[in-house]
């Protein structure tokens, strides 16, 4: 029998993993990965640029000049793949992109790639045996050339930290500062003694802040967390209620109350995307829910069909080894798929399950406590290790230590138990 063909889309740190493990299995696989930009590393290519790329599509990477993780690289790494050991743990974003480099080149992934081509199509297309192939339409952005193949698997990679999510703001085009989302903020120069607003206070906000409170004049954290940041933060920020509507020199927040600025940063999040699935598809993304996808992975109506990555807050690169694996056990016929009605209702038991522990709906593949039960049933299911124990300490340990001290969390150092 001939190897399936596989087509990835995004060499990042998702499709890398899904290209390691396919380059693995020759006998039964044939792939092809396509990258958008001319690197690998996905969101992890810091570049200047904001808006538009050399090729006029829209910047992928949200990656600003000074960030470093917000996990100990100890507990980062692909299951096969440690991080070189160093003397720090929250390593500087160029140090993980020079990581993925090198999971590239040791595993030979280099030669799979297909590197500055955007796909524009993949549609679902039933093959000469009956079953559901794809239809994939690639464009070269180097000579403008499309071509068309057909795959009988696709393994959608593309990330979900590049299209920014900008909610209303009642009469926003009366603020007269300067507005931006985080995915195009790159540096503090240029923020010098102003006013900023900064709405959200989840990951990128509460790292966003911390840089820029070293350089303006007062910092405004507006969020609508369940309960106040308990942690010590810097003289000059200060927490409010999320923001309701716009001044022309500042923002009237959900309490009443008002307050001046000069510049709104938007820390709000991202969408997921995926503009090249044509309707033919039948995937929705409706309040950051993806539909219909089993164990937030697999396509259920055309389960040759996977997404990795959706799940937001887990150990990234860990989870990916994980689906890619999985999804790849169903392609190989190692591991048999529920029936379709099964999964529609495993997927609606994960989402009410959501909702009973007071989940919004918009966290419905929001992982967090629930990643390592999530990767002990993958796992479990294909014969894949439990993570050592070490990995859930150190995490726990970490988001404590962010939680309740985040302005020096990032000078802790960890070891990786020998």
Known sequence: MSP??????GAGAAGLCA???????PDKFSFQVFELTAKVGGTW?????????????AVHSSMYKNLRTNIPKEIMAYLD???????ESYIHHSEVLKYLENYAKDFDLYQYIKFQTVVKLVTPKITEGGRTGWSVTVQNLNTLEETTSIF?????????????????????EAFQGRVLHSHDYRQPDGFEGTKIAVFGAASSGLDITLELADVADEIYLCHSLAEPVVSKLPQNVKQRKSIKSALSDGFVLQDGTSIQAEVLMYCTGYKFNFPFLTPECGITVQGRRVQPVYKHLIHIEHPSMCFVGIPFIVLPFPVFDHQVQFFLS??????????????YQ????????????????RYAHKLGALQWEYMRDLGGQIGISPLPAFIKEYYDMNSYRRKHHIVEYKDDVYRSPK
């Open 330 to 343: 169903t392609l190989d016929g190692s591991l048999e798929l529920p029936s379709k009605n099964d999964m």
């Open 346 to 361: 495993d997927a609606a038991n994960d989402f009410q399950r959501r909702l009973e522990m007071q989940m919004p709906p």
């Open 4 to 9: 399936l063909s596989v087509c990835v889309i």
């Open 19 to 25: 290209a390691r493990h396919l380059a693995a299995r």
């Open 152 to 172: 009988d698997s696709v393994m959608v990679c593309n990330g979900h930290y590049a299209v920014p999510n900008i909610p209303d703001i009642l009469d926003i």
């Open 45 to 57: 290519v810091y570049t200047e640029r904001i808006g538009m790329d050399e090729n006029g599509q």
């Open 81 to 87: 793949y440690p991080f070189p050991e160093s003397n």
